[in-house]
């Protein structure tokens, strides 16, 4: 009988307790279906009164700012193999060029630091920071480190970067993703866009249930977060600060933009900017010129505006302790850091979604308990449908009219939670993983469960939400091919091969020619020859090397390239085989500029390395000086095939000794030390739009003052012979056959 009545009591308690929690339902499920009803409504009223009178904004007004200079900032802390997976997918997959990647890595590991130091020999966009103090610190004092090296670097480059993007190194961006903030960023201070995990198997619960959770948080709940309150917490991942926001930061900080001390320091700055009247917003921006799904494997269900938005990819934990341990940092930063650095807002609007971050800390206990209670009731009941002579006890629901009342509404807004979440998964993944994600829920709550309680042991053991160290999430990338190739320096290959002895190399490195890299520098004292410079640099980059005849390039394959093209990128067109365009450039393309070509072009393309002087003899000849174009490239195009004809060897040896010590303006700028050779690179893509003579838009820009110019447009007259004065030395007989009028030219 003592058994019995101990059952009666703990029903009885438990009677107490389901009664707090479902009161505590209520007002959290009430509280959701208030989001609900706030963004159906909206949608509705831009469907019938917004989009109906104003054009959607679509992918082409992309296009239309010019390139500004992007930073992106990559912490990195045991990030082996995944950098380079980074810098060769935004290299392949963006379609932007004025950007440039920091990464930050730590003194103590060195692995990572290898890694990096390869993709920068590849990547001139992609630069190593290293930290001042060993790994792991926290994310934001690795950011610090890195915005540091970023204004460093401009003050060395003389490039001023109006966009710094926070990204992970597994992330997987879009192709519009800065074309995107480089729109915004004018207007806005703080961009972020949606974060969509991965999919993976479909019984990988603890990984899948990211993905239930972020479809309908970046689907709904931010939205309407923005529009009501103006104000957008950073994901991490995917947020573009404007430079005034970056400013603002450092100046608050005392030179320090992220709290060192926080462990979420995106969701901080979020609410700081907020506070200081700086404009943010939460962008959903679809581009249906394509779809992002194969057809083949686009899935019944998906939404044609919502699976194809501009958004960060990844693959976020699949084992149970590494999610735990993730949401365990996110909870202690944004419930309890957030709170004890922030407190309350002076507006009611933002203190209610304040009150939404922060209500999870009691909301997932309480889903927890209710599962536990739900599970308990249903094993009763079926104790009693089995053993039919057991004893009945009085249900803890009777008798309390109000209760089953409160009980219907938890029960009708669950069911109205878990149709939304449906929604919102189906949306961007498919009909399928959106019915998986009704039994994901409950794995959900475990996760959510363990992961609060790990959080309130690491405040109780520290005494302090602050002092909780940063834990490490480790990441998965998806595999991508490419192979990277550390360049040595020009010399050194130079040396290795035999074209020239070591001890002559050293004295021709200390008496360079003044404007001249080393390279020319050999060549314009004759110790070696541009082809002995080219082979070197075309093996170690892994393309072909090939010498460039201009009379056998057709008038037809040079309008098929604009001159807008081959002059910022230096590159001439020769062939076309199996359908690729055969471009000649005489010196490294790096994958993002050839990315860049094949876009502008709307071709596949490919490069070879051609003799020094060759591309740029071409590049006059045929699409600078077009008011002298027709004498210069009549007399250039006669020297040329006469190489073939008459005396071959006369007019080869004439013809490579004057191209071979043609020199460009910004080879001189950059080897006399007034321009970084990288941010020269981003300067181009104004100088495209200028009009205006590469010298006189420098000038114009503040790079380089009036006297630099002259100084360097002198030296370069001193260092370049002309074709006249070539052929007049050589021998007087030749001379007759040019004319008086292509003497003057």
Known sequence: MWLLDAFSIYLYGLS?????????????????????????????????????????????????????????????????????NMAELAATTLDYENYHIFVGTYPNDPDTQRDVDEVCARFPNVHKVVCAR?????????????????????????????????????????????????????????IQIPVYPFERQWNNFTSLHYLDEFAELHGKDIPVREALAGQVP??????????RAILALIDAGNGVAFDVQSLTEDYDIGLRLKEWGMAEIFVRFPVLRYQRHHPQTSHLGQNARDCNVIC????????LETAVRQKSRWIIGIVYQGYRTHGWSRGPVLNYFLWRDRKGAINNFVSFAAMLILLQLMA???????????????????????????LTTNIVLMCNRVFQRVVFVSGYYGVKQGLLSVPRLLWGNLVNFLANWRAIRQIIKTGDPRRVAWD????????????????????????????????????????????????????????????????????????????????????????????????????????????????????????????????????????????????????????????????????????????????????????????????????????QGHLDEVAFRALLLSHSRSGKPLGEFLVEQGVISRDTLDRALALQRSLQPTLVGLLAKDAGELLPRVTPKERAA
């Open 472 to 671: 490490k999430t480790t990441h998965d990338f998806p595999s991508i091919g490419g192979e990277n190739r550390i360049k040595r320096s020009i010399d050194e290959l130079l040396v290795e091969n035999g074209s020239i002895s070591r001890a002559k190399m050293t004295d021709a490195a200390e008496r360079r020619i003044d404007g001249l890299r080393i390279g020319s520098s050999l060549i314009h004292e004759g110790l070696i020859t541009a082809e002995q410079l080219a082979k070197p640099m075309a093996d170690q980059i892994g393309v072909p090397c090939e010498s460039v005849n201009l009379a056998e390039i057709s008038q037809e394959l040079l309008d098929s390239v604009p001159a807008s093209v081959a002059l910022h990128y230096a590159v001439l067109p020769l062939r076309v085989e199996y359908g690729k365009l055969v471009l000649a450039s005489e010196s490294y393309i790096d994958p993002v500029s050839l990315a860049a070509i094949a876009r502008q072009l709307q071709r596949p393309v490919r490069y070879v390395i051609a003799h020094k002087g060759q591309v740029t003899v071409g590049l006059r000849c045929c699409y600078a000086h077009v008011r002298h174009r027709d004498n210069e490239r009549c007399l250039l195009m006669d020297v040329a095939s006469r190489c073939a004809g008459e005396r071959p060897q006369r007019w080869s040896r004439l013809w490579e000794r004057y191209v071979s010590r043609q020199v460009m303006l910004g080879e001189i700028l950059v080897a």
């Open 134 to 190: 060993p790994g792991p610190t926290s994310k934001a004092d690795c950011l610090n480190n890195v915005l540091d090296a970023i204004l460093q670097f401009e003050r060395r480059a003389r490039v001023t970067f109006e966009g710094f993007i926070l990204h992970d190194a597994e992330d997987v961006v879009c192709g519009l993703e800065l074309r995107l903030f480089n729109f915004l960023v004018e207007r806005k201070d703080l």
């Open 16 to 84: 107490v307790v389901v009664t707090a929690i479902a009161v505590l339902m209520l007002i959290s499920g009430l509280d959701d279906l208030f989001i609900d009803i706030v963004y159906w409504l909206r949608r509705l009223w831009k469907s019938l009164f917004i989009y109906r009178k104003q054009r959607r904004a679509c992918y082409y007004d992309l296009y239309r700012p010019a390139e500004r200079a992007l930073a992106i900032m990559v912490p990195a802390w045991h990030e082996t193999g995944v950098i380079g």
């Open 380 to 406: 009763t009941w079926v104790f009693q449908q089995v053993w039919p002579s057991a004893p009945r006890f009085v249900s803890i629901f009777e008798g309390r009219p109000w209760f089953n009342a409160i």
């Open 234 to 243: 950073s994901a991490g991942v995917g947020t573009c600060f404007s430079r």
């Open 312 to 319: 960060v990819r990844e693959y976020f934990p699949d084992r």
